[in-house]
């Protein structure tokens, strides 16, 4: 049910960006490491997430005035949890959606809230699992005349739940900061 609903927005958002001007969105991040923010029940621990490496992109387009949103994309070929030797790969799909300020003509300052479904992809039963992904990612584009533009962001991951038949997994925010580029 949840892979329909994730489905349905992004198909939703794809239609919508027809109608809109779109703005790509790609950036590459770094996952900051983190100590014991990762809980799993059973065996009811704490685990930490090791830095890693996160891909970014985006189709957002604007709504009204004050608003920009549409469906995104991350990958993240390993991410280590520590205490369990595990390095399992992330996807995940869904809406992204915030506010747009104008600091000065050129500089633009976006707090984009993602919300979708994580996979976390692994040989292992205990890491491989489904989840609610709930992020925020804060932008800073500096607009040029051309139509790349570059920007710096700083946000951070969350799993307020998921899992798989065995085991539940969740884990607080989980911090990167990297840079990209937009192009109008």
């Known amino acids: 049910m949840k892979q329909t ?15 809109a001007q779109v703005q790509w969105n790609v950036s590459a991040n770094v996952l900051l490491e983190a100590e014991e923010v990762a809980y799993f029940d059973p065996p009811d621990r704490f685990s930490g997430l090791g830095s890693a490496f996160l891909l970014r992109g985006a189709a957002l387009f604007p709504w009204g005035n004050r608003f920009i949103g549409g469906p995104y994309l ?93 085991v539940f997994f969740s884990f607080s925010p989980y911090w990167f900061i990297g840079g990209g580029i937009v192009v109008n």
């Open 74 to 166: 991350k990958f993240s070929p390993g991410v280590e949890i520590f205490r369990f030797d595990e390095s399992p790969t992330l996807v995940e799909l869904g809406l992204s959606i915030g506010p747009r300020f104008e600091i000065v003509e050129e500089i633009e300052v976006r707090a984009l809230v993602d919300i979708g479904y994580r996979g976390f992809l692994s040989s292992s039963d205990i890491v491989s699992a489904d989840a609610l992904a709930t992020n925020l990612n804060l932008e800073v584009i500096f607009f040029k005349e051309n139509t790349i533009s570059p920007k710096f962001n700083l946000g951070f991951l969350a799993q307020p739940a998921g899992g798989n038949e065995d």
């Open 5 to 19: 609903l994730i489905l349905l927005f992004f198909i939703i958002c794809t239609v919508s960006t027809s109608f």
